[in-house]
């Protein structure tokens, strides 16, 4: 209650009084991290398990002391081995939409592991386990053939116990499982909450929780409602209720908060992290106070006046910015010893394929073994999420290592997708802008190779210099233009326009927004390659 009073307190005084640094902003990050599960590590901070599909390495950690800074520590899976689809085979079915989501992340204090949990195909849910979210991770195993824990939450209890609660059958049920003392097999399964108990079609994203001797369960109707349950036990039965109902989004544009996770600072105070749909960006976080009421349950703080998610309130805990630069990098490659956890391929890379090397870059060599034109069949392209309404980037690329029908450059990247980049055609170096590039937004096949907007003929491969930089600038507001531009310069400094608008495209369904795409792959032969020399991100 006293919260509310001073939120509406802050919302009366107007920007004039209520500092900035007192405050924080909603969306916490606007970057692409969808289905978190956030909670406290042995070390004070509070670690941000995200999906991220068929990205990899995969299920991104990002760490934070004080909930509004964020620093991106890196991935509870080293690589995704959970198929021949991860690693873009040149024929047959690739892993568009698999990989990691709605996962969950643990510290277990007998153990001192960090337990990450998963569903991956719908097939195996996997254990994987690190001494610290840094790593090194390892697959610790999983629970079976078949066994696929949907959308599920750990709760280690006081007594050391584990469950996982999930949903089951299309997410009409949910179960809780005591998993064995050693975490990797299972000791008794319930179902807990049943058809008709809530009156909506599914329930996804589950967390379970244990406050003032309560079990609690964290779950959502995908797209409106976040529910929360409680029982006196883990087995049920629960009574539920909605925490966050059709609530406005605190981004012009964006959904309504569903998904998330609930988090208790070190003080006491209750917060729930959410996110927003905010495509062509993506689903990024918001953050709320929730206050516990007598009846046990918790209700969410919304804005006094509007009813909805607010888009500041007073902060959870004292400022404690951290070094990581989420609205510009600039990332040196001719510099670096290794790719940073902000870098993520699209599937699994070719290793043998890309180098990085002081003094030279990073170098990629075309790598799909099949030669193909289609860029999401193309290994080894390095993406890296768009931040903020305004995202930019600019690649510097050296490409005199092209062979004859190789394709390099930089794309906005997801299921519709644009580039710039260099063609090397015969003897010919051309800039080429190509816009269109359509995947089934489901996974499934690519249904346009794309068209090609505009050819600059550069002049004779071998006589005309080889260092390019290319730019792409967006518009990802939800409620924006969803446009994208494309840029080249031959000496880093005059941009000339290619192409014209690309129109970003603001489908749910592949459930990742926008990124910049590194690409280089070959529509002949293998044996080229291209050296990214140093790539700059940006946000307006
Ligand atoms: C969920 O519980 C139901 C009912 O007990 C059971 O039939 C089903 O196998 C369980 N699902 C999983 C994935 O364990
Ligand atoms: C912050 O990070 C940059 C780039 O990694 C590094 O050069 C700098 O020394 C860091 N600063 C601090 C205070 O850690
Ligand atoms: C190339 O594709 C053909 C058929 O499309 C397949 O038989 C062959 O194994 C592929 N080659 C490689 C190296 O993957
Ligand atoms: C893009 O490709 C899709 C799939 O082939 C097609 O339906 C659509 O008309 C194309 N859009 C443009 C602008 O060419």
């Given at each position: 209650?006293?919260?509310?009073?001073?939120?509406t307190?802050?919302?009366?005084?107007?920007?004039?009084?209520?500092?900035?640094?007192?405050?924080?902003?909603?969306?916490?990050?606007?970057?692409?991290?969808?289905d978190?599960?956030?909670?406290l590590?042995?070390?004070?901070?509070?670690?941000?398990?995200?999906?991220?599909?068929?990205?990899?390495?995969?299920?991104?950690?990002?760490?934070?002391?004080?909930?509004?800074?964020?620093?991106?520590?890196?991935?509870?899976?080293?690589?995704?081995?959970?198929?021949?689809?991860?690693?873009?085979?040149?024929?047959?079915?690739?892993?568009?939409?698999?990989?990691?989501?709605?996962?969950?992340?643990?510290?277990?204090?007998?153990?001192?592991?960090?337990?990450?949990?998963?569903?991956?195909?719908?097939?195996?849910?996997?254990?994987?386990?690190?001494?610290?979210?840094?790593?090194?991770?390892?697959?610790?195993?999983?629970y079976?053939?078949?066994?696929?824990?949907?959308d599920?939450?750990?709760?280690?209890?006081?007594?050391?116990t584990?469950?996982?609660?999930?949903?089951?059958?299309?997410?009409?049920?949910?179960?809780?499982?005591?998993?064995?003392?050693?975490?990797?097999?299972?000791?008794?399964?319930?179902?807990?909450?049943?058809?008709?108990?809530?009156?909506?079609?599914?329930?996804?994203?589950?967390?379970?929780?244990?406050?003032?001797?309560f079990?609690?369960?964290?779950?959502?109707?995908?797209?409106?409602?976040?529910?929360?349950?409680?029982?006196?036990?883990?087995?049920?039965?629960?009574?539920?209720?909605?925490?966050?109902?059709?609530?406005?989004s605190?981004?012009?544009?964006?959904?309504?908060?569903?998904?998330?996770?609930?988090?208790?600072?070190p003080?006491?105070?209750?917060?729930?992290?959410?996110?927003?749909?905010?495509?062509?960006?993506?689903?990024?976080?918001?953050?709320?106070?929730?206050?516990w009421?007598?009846?046990?349950?918790?209700?969410?703080?919304t804005?006094?006046?509007?009813?909805?998610?607010?888009?500041?309130?007073?902060?959870?805990?004292?400022?404690?910015?951290?070094?990581?630069?989420?609205?510009?990098t600039?990332?040196?490659?001719?510099?670096?010893t290794?790719?940073?956890?902000?870098?993520?391929?699209?599937?699994?890379?070719?290793?043998?394929?890309?180098?990085?090397?002081?003094?030279?870059?990073l170098?990629?060599?075309?790598?799909?073994?099949?030669?193909?034109?289609?860029?999401?069949?193309a290994?080894?392209?390095?993406?890296?999420?768009?931040?903020?309404?305004?995202?930019?980037?600019?690649?510097?690329?050296?490409?005199?290592?092209?062979?004859?029908?190789?394709?390099?450059?930089?794309?906005?990247?997801?299921?519709?997708?644009?580039?710039?980049?260099?063609?090397?055609?015969?003897?010919?170096?051309?800039?080429?802008?190509?816009f269109?590039?359509?995947?089934?937004?489901?996974?499934?096949?690519?249904?346009?190779?794309?068209?090609?907007?505009?050819?600059?003929?550069?002049?004779?491969?071998?006589?005309?210099?080889?260092?390019?930089?290319f730019r792409?600038?967006?518009?990802?507001?939800?409620?924006?233009?969803?446009?994208?531009?494309?840029?080249?310069?031959?000496?880093?400094?005059a941009?000339?326009?290619?192409?014209?608008?690309?129109?970003?495209?603001?489908?749910?369904?592949?459930?990742?927004?926008?990124?910049?795409?590194?690409?280089?792959?070959?529509?002949?032969?293998?044996?080229g390659?291209?050296?990214?020399?140093?790539?700059?991100?940006?946000?307006?």
């Amino acid at each position: 209650m006293l919260k509310s009073v001073l939120i509406t307190a802050l919302a009366l005084l107007g920007p004039a009084c209520a500092q900035e640094s007192e405050t924080f902003t909603n969306p916490i990050l606007y970057e692409d991290f969808p289905d978190n599960d956030i909670s406290l590590g042995p070390d004070g901070a509070f670690y941000y398990s995200a999906s991220n599909f068929h990205y990899s390495p995969a299920a991104p950690i990002l760490r934070s002391y004080d909930l509004v800074d964020w620093e991106f520590v890196g991935h509870s899976i080293p690589r995704q081995n959970f198929g021949d689809g991860y690693n873009l085979p040149p024929t047959g079915e690739r892993a568009y939409r698999g990989g990691t989501w709605a996962s969950t992340l643990r510290y277990r204090e007998s153990t001192g592991l960090w337990y990450w949990i998963g569903c991956v195909n719908f097939y195996h849910t996997w254990v994987y386990t690190a001494p610290n979210p840094e790593g090194p991770w390892t697959n610790a195993g999983n629970y079976g053939n078949g066994v696929c824990f949907y959308d599920n939450g750990l709760l280690i209890d006081d007594d050391d116990t584990m469950y996982i609660v999930y949903s089951f059958n299309d997410g009409k049920q949910v179960n809780v499982t005591q998993l064995a003392p050693d975490g990797l097999s299972t000791v008794r399964t319930e179902k807990v909450i049943e058809p008709g108990q809530v009156s909506v079609d599914s329930i996804e994203g589950n967390r379970m929780y244990k406050f003032n001797g309560f079990y609690y369960i964290l779950n959502d109707h995908p797209g409106s409602t976040a529910y929360v349950w409680k029982s006196e036990s883990p087995w049920g039965p629960y009574e539920g209720k909605p925490l966050a109902d059709n609530v406005q989004s605190p981004l012009p544009g964006g959904g309504a908060p569903h998904q998330g996770s609930l988090i208790e600072t070190p003080q006491g105070d209750w917060y729930f992290m959410s996110f927003t749909w905010a495509f062509p960006s993506g689903r990024l976080p918001v953050l709320a106070p929730i206050e516990w009421q007598d009846d046990g349950f918790p209700t969410l703080v919304t804005d006094a006046t509007t009813g909805a998610w607010g888009t500041s309130y007073p902060l959870p805990l004292p400022r404690k910015p951290l070094n990581h630069s989420w609205a510009s990098t600039n990332y040196p490659f001719t510099t670096l010893t290794t790719l940073p956890p902000t870098f993520e391929w699209n599937h699994n890379p070719d290793t043998d394929s890309f180098t990085l090397t002081p003094d030279v870059g990073l170098v990629l060599s075309t790598a799909t073994a099949n030669e193909t034109d289609d860029l999401y069949s193309a290994r080894n392209t390095l993406t890296h999420r768009v931040h903020g309404e305004f995202p930019t980037a600019t690649l510097e690329l050296d490409v005199g290592g092209m062979a004859d029908g190789d394709r390099a450059g930089l794309a906005a990247f997801r299921d519709r997708s644009a580039y710039i980049g260099a063609h090397r055609t015969g003897d010919e170096l051309q800039v080429v802008a190509r816009f269109n590039m359509t995947l089934d937004e489901w996974g499934g096949p690519t249904l346009d190779l794309g068209e090609v907007v505009e050819t600059v003929p550069l002049g004779a491969f071998g006589e005309v210099g080889t260092r390019l930089w290319f730019r792409l600038s967006m518009d990802v507001r939800p409620d924006g233009a969803h446009e994208a531009g494309f840029e080249y310069s031959v000496d880093g400094e005059a941009f000339v326009a290619v192409g014209g608008k690309y129109e970003l495209y603001t489908g749910w369904a592949f459930f990742l927004g926008y990124r910049f795409g590194i690409f280089n792959y070959a529509t002949k032969a293998l044996g080229g390659s291209v050296t990214a020399v140093s790539f700059a991100t940006g946000s307006k």
